[in-house]
């Protein structure tokens, strides 16, 4: 099965090596193309770790050259957006380790007051309110799920029961989303911005955050709706004890620096720093010595490089995509595509096709970083050939791709939860089903009139 899985990638990118290169197609285009291929086929099939899959890409792309030359190739490791992460993995490590994270869940949860409902809802909220002190969505999973565990514990709510079921179907299913609402909410976000251009944290939250709340707001209520006969319960739940203990001066530290990282990152209107600097600014005190609230052995240990790895790479392999041509050949392909279906006079019909494709893509790419690198170019490319504002079009994939999960494997920062609350595959794909309806809907419906009045029209 190993060999057998090894062998797909390899032969897919021998097959796009080999074939008649398709008009309009560069040679330089078509082995970059084929790289990605077995980068994506890879990731499809996780026979290697994805940082690994990031780096053999690499590799290939100067040995059978993709690229010009291995400049070009790590042209991820030199952008801001990588360096970005590390400052903000670095803090949500800090507000986790000090056990500030922990605490203000459990005040959410105290805050519901016992009541089933209420306490759904307040989860809900506080994927949102978590993400501004915690923005790594797989660090909020790992401290609620065994908070919402203990919950359902005092309550004696069984695993087959639908409170149960719902509550950690929507924290897998939809945790992640308040996280791509901010800049510095983790994978999602960082890759995409560095593929779209510079955003500013405020352009981005301002951009982003409408469609990724209300999806998860439309989400919730529809997993609240499907499982509501299980939150009918007799009594009100006993929160006493839960949490608790005075505040150590770790936690006082961990919050000063998140909440001046932030203000940093909500004013950089008026001092104009790019984003990855108030974030290497907070890994710095962070770290510094009996200032901070990591060790340097810490930060090496358990940062998490593979993120790391993984977002360059990707970036670098979309850059060869754009600046081989292999993406403006892909795009005009389906450019032509739209064409023929006479969907190129309605811009909002184009974007719809975009929709499906990227849908349809997010089901065969499990890697988020991979499915991102592959289709903004595409998207953007596609927009710009149209006549459409191909930022919106390259957000529109964003705002499909992060809105859903059609299986486990797809989300390394829910695969745990979904293990733990025994949610099988078929539950979770029926769910990533809607939830593309959900987020096509709201995206033609909302996002893209909202984008117009906020400075990105589909049609410039």
């Not at 770790?250 to 000063?256: F, I, K, Q, S, T």
């Not at 977002?311 to 754009?322: D, E, G, K, Q, R």
């Not at 930022?391 to 939860?417: E, H, K, R, W």
Request: include cysteine.
């Amino acid at each position: 099965m190993l060999a057998l899985k090894l062998a797909i990638p390899v032969v897919l990118m021998a097959a796009i090596l080999l074939a008649p290169a398709p008009p309009g197609l560069t040679a330089q285009g078509q082995r970059a193309l084929a790289v990605m291929g077995l980068a994506v086929a890879l990731w499809l099939t996780e026979v290697i770790p994805a940082a690994v899959t990031g780096l053999v890409g690499i590799v290939l792309l100067v040995v059978l050259g993709g690229v010009p030359d291995l400049g070009v190739a790590l042209h991820g490791f030199s952008q801001p957006v990588t360096y970005f992460l590390i400052g903000i993995l670095t803090l949500g490590m800090a507000v986790h380790r000090s056990g500030l994270a922990e605490r203000l869940a459990v005040l959410l949860i105290r805050g519901a007051r016992g009541n089933p409902r209420a306490l759904y809802f307040q989860m809900l909220f506080s994927f949102a309110a978590l993400t501004f002190a915690l923005p790594s969505a797989s660090t909020r999973g790992a401290i609620m799920v065994h908070i919402y565990e203990e919950v359902m514990a005092r309550w004696r709510v069984p695993k087959e029961s639908p409170m149960y079921r719902g509550i950690f179907l929507a924290m897998a299913s939809l945790n992640r989303l308040g996280s791509t609402a901010l800049l510095a909410g983790g994978i999602t976000p960082v890759v995409a911005s560095g593929l779209l251009g510079d955003f500013s944290w405020t352009q981005w939250f301002l951009l982003m955050s409408v469609p990724f709340y209300t999806n998860l707001l439309a989400g919730g209520v529809l997993v609240y709706l499907y499982h509501r006969a299980g939150f009918r319960l007799a009594d009100t739940l006993d929160l006493s004890g839960l949490g608790g203990g005075p505040i150590k001066p770790v936690e006082v530290r961990a919050g000063l620096i998140a909440l001046g990282t932030a203000l940093l990152w909500f004013t950089d209107f008026a001092h104009g720093l790019p984003p990855a600097v108030p974030a290497l600014i907070a890994l710095v005190i962070i770290l510094l010595p009996g200032v901070g609230v990591l060790s340097f052995r810490d930060f090496e240990r358990d940062l998490g490089w593979s993120n790391y790895l993984v977002i360059a790479t990707s970036l670098s392999l979309a850059h060869a995509l754009v600046s081989s041509g292999a993406a403006a050949w892909f795009s005009g392909a389906l450019v032509a595509g739209i064409q023929d279906l006479n969907l190129g006079s309605s811009p909002m019909l184009v974007v719809l096709a975009l929709g499906l494709m990227a849908a349809v893509v997010r089901l065969a790419v499990p890697n988020i970083a991979g499915y991102l690198a592959l289709v903004i170019p595409i998207a953007m490319s596609t927009g710009q050939a149209l006549g459409l504002n191909p930022v919106a079009c390259g957000l529109a994939v964003v705002v499909v791709g992060d809105s859903v999960i059609y299986y486990p494997a797809q989300s390394t920062a829910s695969v745990f939860i979904y293990q733990r609350a025994g949610l099988q595959t078929p539950v979770v794909f029926a769910f990533g089903l809607v939830m593309t309806v959900v987020a096509l809907a709201v995206l033609l419906g909302l996002t893209i009139p909202y984008w117009s009045l906020v400075g990105q029209p589909l049609s410039p």
